[in-house]
């Protein structure tokens, strides 16, 4: 396919911006451990198969032509983002004990990491108008059947994104080091990282639907 490694340099820039996936995966790395964080990744990469797949079915229109769809994605991102940010300013404490890092851990931690992950990308109306927008671009339907370049390029977005969020899960592992043995910098890491989400949260609230 042609331009594919300019498809793959887009989506480097677009992973490399910081957002709330990003803030997230390092979160839990550097809080709950990489496994956790892992876990976390593989919710994102489901949502970003989803929003692929949305965008392939034209629902992406929906967002852009039915105002309370929009809407109602746009709240239900903020509300959720707004409340994660919180949740991590109210934690007691973020350092993770390194004397647990091997105990056994019940599957349905496992779960929780997935489905957060999973909300917080599939909740923001914009990663799935990215993808109805960025996609097209890359697709020509002079060289090739169209719905097989849109599940070529849907996968290499995921993949890439993938990648990604366990390269940042690797950065979140040592920070959380970091932390269990300099406590001070769990304070500033707590607020950074709870500002950051809340922050996007009301970005997210802020923006207007795309006419």
């Given at each position: 396919?042609?331009?594919?490694?300019?498809?793959?340099g887009?989506?480097?820039?677009?992973?490399?911006?910081?957002?709330?996936?990003?803030?997230?995966?390092?979160?839990?790395?550097?809080t709950?451990?990489?496994?956790?964080?892992?876990?976390?990744?593989?919710?994102l990469?489901?949502?970003?198969?989803?929003?692929?797949?949305?965008?392939a079915?034209?629902?992406?229109?929906?967002?852009?032509?039915?105002?309370w769809?929009f809407?109602l994605?746009?709240?239900?991102?903020?509300?959720?983002?707004?409340?994660l940010?919180?949740?991590?300013?109210?934690?007691?404490?973020l350092?993770?004990?390194?004397n647990d890092?091997?105990?056994?851990?019940?599957?349905?931690a496992?779960?929780?990491?997935?489905?957060?992950?999973?909300?917080?990308?599939?909740?923001?109306?914009?990663?799935?108008?990215?993808c109805?927008?960025?996609?097209?671009?890359f697709?020509?339907?002079?060289v090739?059947?169209?719905?097989?370049q849109f599940?070529l390029l849907?996968?290499?977005l995921?993949?890439?994104?993938?990648?990604?969020?366990?390269f940042?899960a690797m950065?979140?592992?040592?920070?959380?080091?970091?932390?269990?043995?300099?406590?001070?910098?769990?304070?500033?890491?707590?607020?950074?990282?709870?500002?950051l989400?809340?922050?996007?949260?009301?970005r997210l609230?802020?923006i207007?639907?795309p006419?």
């Amino acid at each position: 396919m042609a331009n594919l490694e300019v498809f793959i340099g887009a989506l480097v820039a677009v992973c490399l911006v910081p957002g709330a996936d990003m803030v997230l995966v390092l979160h839990t790395s550097s809080t709950q451990g990489r496994a956790y964080a892992v876990a976390t990744a593989v919710g994102l990469a489901i949502a970003r198969a989803v929003h692929v797949t949305l965008a392939a079915l034209g629902l992406a229109v929906l967002l852009k032509t039915v105002g309370w769809a929009f809407e109602l994605v746009r709240v239900v991102g903020v509300v959720y983002l707004i409340w994660l940010g919180l949740r991590i300013a109210r934690a007691p404490s973020l350092v993770p004990d390194l004397n647990d890092a091997h105990m056994p851990v019940a599957r349905r931690a496992y779960g929780t990491a997935v489905w957060r992950g999973l909300l917080t990308n599939i909740s923001n109306p914009k990663a799935l108008l990215f993808c109805s927008v960025l996609l097209p671009q890359f697709i020509d339907a002079s060289v090739g059947e169209v719905g097989g370049q849109f599940l070529l390029l849907g996968v290499v977005l995921v993949i890439v994104g993938l990648l990604f969020d366990l390269f940042y899960a690797m950065i979140g592992a040592a920070l959380g080091y970091w932390m269990a043995r300099n406590p001070k910098v769990e304070v500033v890491q707590r607020w950074t990282f709870a500002s950051l989400l809340i922050g996007f949260g009301l970005r997210l609230a802020l923006i207007g639907r795309p006419q």
